[in-house]
């Protein structure tokens, strides 16, 4: 008996003491878990985004994107990079079908004052246009593609970093080449 009487005790400690671990527990308040980040891929937002990925966005340009906006009308696509925060540094590729050749493009498309870009596509330039009121210096890469396309790769600054055009070139081109190698 007194066994028995050991056991119901013992029982009724546990009980008791479960129910401290409850009301603790209640009282406690329960933080809410982090909020998932789910990075959706550029190629998600369609037209040109197709042609880009943040990751070798980033590898080139060592700028991360998080947004991509595009846009498709009779023919062209586009595609917009940024960051979330602000709207500058911005990347911007455009794609259009045509029917030209080599010469027409470095005679009629090329803009005067332009570089003339070897390696890429059937005919090539580089420039950095004069900015826009409020944006930086941009630097651009046009070329003829494979497959009937004009492509246009434009990477603009932050208003106040105009000295880095001319360094910031070669990674453009890179980047370029891989957007190039990309199926039409």
Known sequence: MRGQ?????????LVSLSGCDKDAAASTPIADPAPAVVEIPARAAGGACRLLDFAVVEQHTGTRFDVAAASESAGSQSCVLRTEDEPQPALMLAVTRTAVDAS?????VVPKGATTVS??????????????????VGVEIGWLAAGG???CLRFTF??????????????????AKQVDAQPA
């Open 5 to 13: 009487l050991c056991l119901i005790g013992a029982g009724l400690l």
């Open 104 to 108: 027409i493009y470095r005679t009629s």
């Open 119 to 136: 390696g890429l596509g059937k005919a090539a330039y580089r420039t950095v246009p004069k900015p826009a009121a409020g944006r930086g």
């Open 149 to 151: 396309r004009m492509v």
């Open 158 to 175: 932050p208003a106040g970093r105009d000295e880095a055009a001319d360094g910031f070139a070669p990674k453009l081109l890179a980047l």
